[in-house]
């Protein structure tokens, strides 16, 4: 069986991104999960690993059509970004690691979307940095979504089966509302796009094994609303969003209040939560899986994955070897959902 095509994007360069990939592709590991691509820039990827000390050899090529070779040592490198990004300084916010980090997820976007490439794995960007470079997109998340022309999508978190998590085939929990403000979230609610979630995490806990995943829906307000004493969002338009899914032939729960069925989740009466809004769902997930939790986003025509850290300025370009069990779990899951493609 061939291995799926990943796109490793360095992400931010002023933040562990480089190192990250460093690491992985020193090791024999990531090799007989995938074959590895890098979209980074080579001369910044050469002083990561010149700092770490490896003998990772970098080879730099113009596509995936070119002669590659797959093996711990080596890593082949696609670089469409400016060239003053090796100028940005390390640890810090910077204009140029900003558009850098678009330009690497762009161009392995369009490489995905042309069939050159089964998916995505990206390394961390700052939100900062893009901004300071006039990208206006919050994250990744949206950029992925309007580059890949689709208005439904969803930021998914996912645990893979272990000692913390008990379902078989995992944890995911979705976000219906991402990147806004809380004060904004009860407005931006919707029957609609609540079923949508619904059905979007349910058909990925599907291709992570589950025949008829278990989602339960959050509550937005404290116990569910106690029956609108705190609020009335639950019965006015949550409860019609699960209703529906259940009409569709989902096996959905909910509203249910949100801080007892992480827990119920956790171990194993669900296979997939739907979460009202980002630290609904993060702070749980990262609090059980901080080094593993994996981002997957839904509703696009290709496979993306994450770790779900951040760039990392605290430790980045330090003698502290990074921890990489998080972006080793994203390219197991993005490996897993390509590969489904691959044999359909």
Excluded at 131 to 139: E, T
Excluded at 274 to 290: C, E, R, S, W
């Amino acid at each position: 069986m061939k291995l799926p095509l990943i796109a490793l994007t360095m992400g931010d360069v002023s933040g562990i991104g480089p190192q990250l990939l460093d690491v992985l592709c020193s090791k024999p590991d990531i090799f007989q999960i995938c074959r590895p691509v890098i979209y980074g820039n080579a001369t910044v990827f050469r002083r990561a690993s010149e700092q770490s000390g490896s003998t990772l050899q970098i080879r730099e090529i113009e596509s995936v059509s070119d002669s590659l070779e797959f093996q711990a040592g080596i890593a082949n490198c696609i670089d469409r970004g400016k060239s003053d990004v090796v100028d940005a300084v390390p640890c810090e916010i910077d204009a140029r690691s900003g558009q850098a980090a678009f330009d690497y997820l762009v161009s392995a976007i369009d490489d995905c979307l042309a069939g050159q490439m089964d998916a995505i794995t990206t390394a961390p960007l700052n939100k900062e940095s893009l901004r300071l470079a006039g990208i206006n997109y919050p994250g990744h998340t949206e950029i992925l979504a309007d580059h890949c022309g689709v208005a439904d999508f969803g930021m998914m978190l996912y645990l893979p089966h272990g000692a913390a998590i008990q379902p078989p085939s995992g944890l995911g929990i979705v976000h219906t509302t991402l990147h806004t403000s809380i004060a904004s979230v009860p407005g931006l609610l919707n029957t609609d796009a609540l079923f949508e979630k619904i059905s979007m995490i349910s058909g990925l806990m599907q291709k992570m094994g589950e025949d008829q995943p278990r989602v339960a829906v959050c509550a937005l307000n404290p116990h569910a609303g106690e029956h609108g004493l705190f609020g009335d969002e639950e019965a006015r338009i949550i409860a019609p969003a699960v209703e529906r899914a259940i009409q569709s032939g989902l096996n959905a729960t909910g509203p249910l209040p949100a801080d007892t069925l992480i827990r119920r989740a956790v171990h194993g009466e669900f296979d997939a939560v739907v979460a009202m809004y980002h630290d609904q769902g993060h702070i749980p997930f990262k609090l059980l899986g901080f080094d593993q939790a994996v981002n997957i986003t839904l509703g696009l025509p290709i496979v993306r994955t994450s770790p779900s850290h951040g760039t990392a300025f605290d430790i980045a370009w330090s003698k502290t070897v990074p921890e990489t069990r998080g972006i080793v779990e994203a390219i197991k899951a993005a490996a897993k959902l390509s590969q489904q493609q691959l044999n359909r």
